[in-house]
C-alpha cells in the first residue's frame, strides 16, 4: 500500500513516520509513504502557494494551479483508490472508515494549510474529506499522519500479533476492557483474580462484561449508534 501525501511543510511528517510500527512497515515493504513539498509545484520565482480569497475576507487560500500540478503527475505515475483531503468538514474519522481504507490500495493525502484550499480542488480531484474531530489545526498534516497510522496498522503482517488490532477499542463497537501486566500487586492495588485463573472462558466473558461497563459510562454514544 502507497500513500503519498502533498504538504507545505514537509518536515513536520518526518518524525512521525520514522518510528516505531509505521518505520516496521515501511522497511518490511507492507507500506510505503511518500511526501511531497507542494511548493515544488508552485509557478511563481517565490514558492508561494497562497492568495487572498475571492470576496474578501481573513486569512489565505491554498491555490489551485500546484494541487493540480502535483496530483495531475502523481496520477500520471500510477492509479489512486482515494484522494483524500484532512479537513476539519469531513467525515469524522472511525474505526470503520480505518477498516475499509486498510484494504485500498494506493492513497493519495492533501494537507490544507492557512485559511484552506481552493474549493475546485476539493470539487475536481477529491474522493473522500476525512476530519479526526471537531475542532481546528494549523495544517492537515497532523491528522494525515494519524490517519496514516491508523490504517497502516491493520495491514496483515504490520503487528506481530496480528490478532492485536483485531481487540482494539472500536473494533466491535465497543471500547476496550482493562488490561494488566506484572506485578500481580502494586502498593495494594492487585489484578482482578479472573485475569490470574487461567479459566480462558470466564475471563472472556469478564472481557465482554468489562467492554460493556465501560462502553456504557464513557461512550454511551457507541451503544445508541
Excluded at 511531497?36 to 489551485?64: C, E, F, W
Excluded at 475546485?120 to 494525515?144: F, Q
Excluded at 492487585?190 to 462484561?209: C, F, H, T, Y
Aim: glycine fraction near 8%; include cysteine.
Amino acid at each position: 500500500m502507497r500513500f503519498d501525501i502533498i504538504t507545505v511543510l514537509p518536515d513536520l511528517l518526518t518524525s512521525p513516520f520514522a518510528h516505531s510500527i509505521l518505520q516496521r512497515a515501511q522497511k518490511k515493504g507492507l507500506a510505503e509513504i511518500v511526501v511531497h513539498n507542494l511548493r515544488d509545484y508552485a509557478t511563481n520565482k517565490q514558492k508561494s502557494v497562497d492568495d487572498y480569497p475571492y470576496g474578501g475576507g481573513s486569512g489565505m487560500v491554498m491555490q489551485i494551479e500546484p494541487f493540480a500540478k502535483c496530483i495531475e503527475y502523481l496520477q500520471s505515475e500510477r492509479d489512486y483508490d482515494e484522494i483524500i483531503f484532512m479537513s476539519p468538514d469531513g467525515q469524522t474519522l472511525n474505526q470503520e472508515i480505518a477498516n475499509t481504507l486498510s484494504t485500498k490500495g494506493n492513497m493519495m493525502i492533501l494537507c490544507g494549510h492557512y485559511k484552506g484550499i481552493d474549493q475546485r480542488i476539493r470539487d475536481i480531484y477529491v474522493t473522500k474529506e476525512i476530519s479526526i474531530g471537531d475542532y481546528v489545526l494549523s495544517g492537515g498534516e497532523l491528522p494525515a499522519a494519524i490517519l496514516t497510522d491508523a490504517i497502516i496498522r491493520l495491514i496483515p503482517g504490520v503487528l506481530s500479533d496480528e490478532t492485536s488490532a483485531l481487540s482494539d477499542s472500536f473494533q466491535d463497537g465497543l471500547l476496550d476492557a482493562p488490561i494488566y501486566t506484572r506485578p500481580a500487586e502494586w502498593r495494594g492495588h492487585k489484578v482482578p483474580d479472573i485475569l490470574l485463573s487461567g479459566n480462558e472462558a470466564k475471563i472472556l466473558a469478564w472481557r465482554d462484561e468489562q467492554q460493556l461497563q465501560r462502553t456504557k459510562e464513557r461512550r454511551p454514544d457507541l451503544l445508541n449508534d
